[in-house]
Structures are given as structure tokens and as C-alpha cells.
């Protein structure tokens, strides 16, 4: 099936250690976001991608880092994870058309930092 | 800053009533609003989308309605099915956002046969 596929759905890191979550999808879009979400507090941009090569940051980036190499690919990384980075992450990409934009969600990466 | 708020944070209603779920917003300058429906384990999806020019959208059960002048969404849910249960979001689109959203924190609705 066409979408968002998010890898690993869940992981369990001491503090200091590092990650990757990978983000795939088969949609051919140029746009890609990675958000995280807490309780009480919604979704929140960490990362996003307009097109293979490019990143920018989000509303929340610290501790973060992503990359685009290829353009089916959106990549999450923690270099030296905290507990303050237990949360949901979400990928989502998107197609542009001249109004708008649509978005596809994967199903989200839960992850716990102890 | 843009803040977008939901009330309320949680709603249970028996079979058959009419959900009404709202979201208000800081900031009028806004290209759209989307509501999404998330599922426990399961991606967003969407909903409806009201672009600014619009004052509401209709989906079946669902209509949502927006005044920007007031910063305020409200998404109705006509004669609620225990299927309607879910978090539902309402999520922003700014300007010049590179389709960038900004999220509500959700109302969690819970529909009882």
C-alpha cells in the first residue's frame, strides 16, 4: 500500500545514546516533516524538507538532526538522546498544488528515553 | 506567535448525540485550516480542509465552519456513532509555510452505545 512508513514503531534508549527513525514513503512527494507529539501539547514541527538535499528547521529542533539524501527517504537523528526527547514522532509528506498541499501521516515512532 | 487552542480536552457523549468540537486561534492571517481524525497506533487523517476564503465545508456527518475574524473553528459531528471515537486535531497552515501546520493539542471524544 502507498503512504508513510516510519521505522522502528518503538524503541527504548538510555540517556546519551543515539538513533536514527527513518521515514519512507512511495508518493513521490517533495515535502516531508517530522513532528513530535506530547501530551497536552499537539503536534510540533522538529524538521522539514521541501525537496531531496534540503532541510530546515522546525519549531523544535534542538537535539535534533535530519537528512534528505534521497527523495523518498526523511531521516531523524539523535545524536546524544535526553528524556526530555520521550514523545511520539511523526513523519508526514506532502504534494503541492497551487492552493494546496495534502499530507500523508505514517503511524508514528514511540519513543522512550530512560 | 500563532496559538491554537481545543476545548474541550476531552468529550464523552452517548450514541446518536451531536459532537461539536472547537478550536480558536491567535492569528487571522491563516491560509487554511484542516481538522484530522487520529486513531490510537495510527496516522492522522485528514478530514476537511476550509481554505480562508471559505466559511465552512461540509462531509457527510461533518461540517466544520471557520471565522477568521473571531479565530474560530467549530467541527460538527451530526447523530455521533461509536466509531466516531478518536482524538481529533485541528491544524493550521500559514502563509508562506512551505505547507508547514500548526497543531491544536486535540479533543479526545469518546462515543458510548
Known amino acids: 500500500n502507498a503512504g508513510v512508513t516510519q521505522t522502528p514503531k518503538f524503541r527504548v534508549l538510555k540517556t546519551g545514546q543515539s538513533m536514527t527513525l527513518l521515514c519512507a514513503q512511495d508518493?513521490?512527494?517533495?515535502?516531508m516533516y517530522w513532528y513530535r507529539q506530547d501530551p497536552g501539547m499537539g503536534l510540533r514541527l522538529i524538521h522539514y524538507s521541501v525537496g531531496e538535499g534540503t532541510t530546515a528547521k522546525g519549531e523544535v529542533p534542538d537535539g535534533y538532526n535530519v537528512s534528505r539524501l534521497k527523495k523518498q527517504n526523511f531521516l531523524l537523528g539523535l545524536e546524544s538522546a535526553a528524556p526530555s526527547q520521550t514523545s511520539v514522532y511523526f513523519c508526514a509528506s506532502s504534494y503541492r498544488t497551487l492552493y494546496n498541499y495534502g499530507y500523508t501521516f505514517g503511524s508514528g515512532t514511540r519513543l522512550t528515553v530512560v | 506567535k500563532q496559538e491554537v487552542t481545543q476545548i474541550p480536552a476531552a468529550l464523552s457523549v452517548p450514541e446518536g448525540e451531536n459532537l461539536v468540537l472547537n478550536c480558536s486561534f491567535t492569528d487571522s492571517a491563516i491560509y487554511n485550516l484542516q481538522w484530522f481524525r487520529q486513531d490510537p497506533g495510527k496516522g492522522l487523517t485528514s478530514l476537511l480542509l476550509i481554505q480562508s476564503s471559505q466559511r465552512e465545508q461540509t462531509s457527510g456527518r461533518l461540517n466544520a465552519s471557520l471565522d477568521k475574524s473571531s479565530g474560530r473553528s467549530t467541527l460538527y459531528i451530526a447523530a455521533s456513532q461509536p466509531g466516531d471515537s478518536a482524538t481529533y486535531l485541528c491544524?493550521?497552515?500559514?502563509?508562506?509555510?512551505?505547507?508547514?501546520?500548526?497543531f491544536g493539542a486535540g479533543t479526545q471524544v469518546v462515543v458510548t452505545p
Open positions: 508518493m513521490n512527494h517533495e515535502y
Open positions: 491544524a493550521l497552515r500559514q502563509t508562506d509555510s512551505w505547507g508547514k501546520l500548526q
